[in-house]
C-alpha cells in the first residue's frame, strides 16, 4: 500500500459518493482545489484531514485501507442497517448471500 493507493481510494469514495473534488474540498472546509492537490500527487492529508476524510465519507481508517472492501460506505450502512432484525432474518439474509456467491 502506498501513497498512489490513498489517492486512487479518495477518488472511487468521492465518485462513488457523487461530489465533484472542489464539492469535497469545500465541505472539508478547505479552498477549491485541495482535494485535487492530493488525488493528483501535490500533497498528502495530515493525520487529522484523514481522520475528516474517513468521517466525511462514513467509514473508519481500517476501512479506508481495507483494499479488499470495494464499498466500505455501503457495507457500513447495511451493518447498521442489521442491528434492529430479528435471528430468522439474519438467517435469510445469509442464505441469500450464499446464493449469490455461488
Known sequence: MNEQFVRERITQLRLRKGVSEYQMSYALGHSRGYINNITSGKS???MNEFF???EYFGITPAEFFDEHNAYPELQ????KGLH???EDDF???LQFIK???D
Do not use: F, Y
Open 91 to 93: 438467517k435469510l439474509i
Open 99 to 101: 446464493r449469490l456467491q
Open 44 to 46: 498528502l492529508p495530515s
Open 84 to 86: 434492529h432484525i430479528s
Open 52 to 54: 475528516a476524510i474517513c
Open 76 to 79: 457500513n450502512k447495511m451493518i
